[in-house]
């Protein structure tokens, strides 16, 4: 993966990462101006990518799509995959973790636009929202996944080690943590100059369960 830091104004903006087809994405934390572009993406999901993320199929209202947007950087996180289109900027992937009330283990979500799905992304954001959520000093995360979706529990099962597996009315959650030897465990924190996120900021109010969406 070709991989290219890049300092705007003092802050990092996230990583330019080539994808298998030659394509170029930027990886970035999301911000509060990406709720527009949210539901967009959400908009341009097939039903079957969207049932498969958020097991509903349904629009993201703008209120939602303005609290998904705005993380606290510590219990809510969320990294996004965007491509340029002249001088705007479009979606193709959002990964996000999120505490529920209580929980001390992050729940990983992980969505990729249909027509930019096998290229990759999908690795690459999960490995950047692991490393994001170890960073800030968790070490397990777990994933609500459908039975059916063999893509998403090869993709853990390739990049992450399982911890535990239940399943509940079709519904498998799967504790997971780093492989020994990946990426997002192997890599010291002092040489992670090119990782997409800024410092973690102090843990804050503790936000609703924000994991459930994109
Ligand atoms: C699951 C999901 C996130 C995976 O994203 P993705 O971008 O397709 O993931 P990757 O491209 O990294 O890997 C997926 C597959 O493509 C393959 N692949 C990746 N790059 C490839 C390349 N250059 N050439 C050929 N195959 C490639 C991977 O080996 C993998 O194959 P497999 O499915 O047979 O194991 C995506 O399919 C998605 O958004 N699904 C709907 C939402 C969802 O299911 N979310 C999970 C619940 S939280």
Redesign the pocket.
Known sequence: MDVTVQIARGLEVGRLATL?NGAGVRLRPIRPDDAPGLIAFCGRLSPR?AY??FFTVRRLRPEDAVALATVDGHDRLAVVAARDIGQATELV?VARYGLGGGDTTPD?????EDA?????????LLAEIMRAGEERGFSTFH???LAE????L??LA?YAEIVQRTVDRGVITVLFRSAPGSRASATPLSSRSTRCWGSPAGRRTRPPRGASAP
């Open positions: 298998h990518t498969q993320r992937g990983v979500g992980l969505v990729v930019w799905q096998g290229l990759g992304l999908g690795t690459m994933a609500e996944v979706n063999d893509r998403m090869r993709l390739r």
